[in-house]
Each structure stands twice: as C-alpha cells, then as structure tokens.
C-alpha cells in the first residue's frame, strides 16, 4: 500500500539506521565506556547552604580539555580523566525586573571568582576507587 502518508519498508529502515548512527559515533569516538574517564561526585554548598544550582568544571593540569557538570541541590555527579585538575565553580541568580518587551531577566554570577575565574581550587581524580570531592564555599573575604 503506498500513499503520501505511507512509507516503505526500506525508508523506515533507512530512518532506523540515520537515528542510530549517530549514538554509534559516540561510542566509537570515546564518549562512551573505556574512554580512561572516571566518575566523579561531590557536595557544593555556599555559606552552609547546599548550591540550589550551577557548574562544577576540571580543567587537567598542563593542559586538555574541561569536563563539567552540573550541581542540582547542592549535588553534582560526571566524568573525568584520572590526574590533578584545576577547579572552577559557577552560579548564577536571577537580578532585577524581567525585561517587560523580551521576557527576559537578567542573572549575576554570585559565586566570587576566587572560586571560578581567578581559581586556585585543584583535585586529584584517581584512576581507581571513588573519587568524592566536597567544596564547601563562601561569600565571605578570605
């Protein structure tokens, strides 16, 4: 039976076979098992309070690249390569009235930099074992 509504055999197979390729680059290009990254957890919380949300990021010492996650009520979970990593965390809130034509609301990074851009927070992640790494953060003048 054709139609215009009806599609053959060899076009679902054709969608079959478009949809699963790309889940099979993935793996096959290290996004998946075996790819030397562990898994890494953590508590963040600021001036005692767990972090509602935000970004946890580990740059690799000398050089590679981030790998990041994100931190829902305090908690953050995701991969990383083993070694000694350069920690950057980030949040942000909402400030101010939403902009009455856009919709939009403006939203600071409240998180001092000491923590993020100007960071001098670091962690070991080891190849094996559980890697549990807590930062406990303040809005406070060191």
């Known amino acids: 039976m054709s139609g215009p509504n009806k599609l053959s055999a060899g076009c679902w197979r054709f969608i079959g076979l ?62 990383a390569p083993p070694g000694i990593h350069r920690v950057e965390i980030e949040a942000s809130r909402f400030v101010g009235p939403k902009n009455p034509i856009m919709g939009l609301q403006a939203r600071e990074q409240y998180v001092p930099s000491r923590y993020n851009s100007a960071s001098t927070l670091s962690q070991e992640v080891k190849p094996q074992g559980t890697n549990v790494c807590d930062f406990t953060l303040s809005s406070e003048a060191r």
């Open 18 to 79: 478009a949809t699963a390729f790309p889940f099979f680059v993935l793996v096959v290009s290290g996004c998946g098992p075996g790819d030397g990254k562990v898994l890494v957890t953590g508590v963040v919380t600021f001036d005692g309070n767990p972090m509602p949300n935000g970004y946890v990021i580990f740059t690799p010492e000398g050089g590679g690249t981030p790998v990041a996650g994100s931190i829902l009520d305090g908690n953050f979970a995701f991969s």
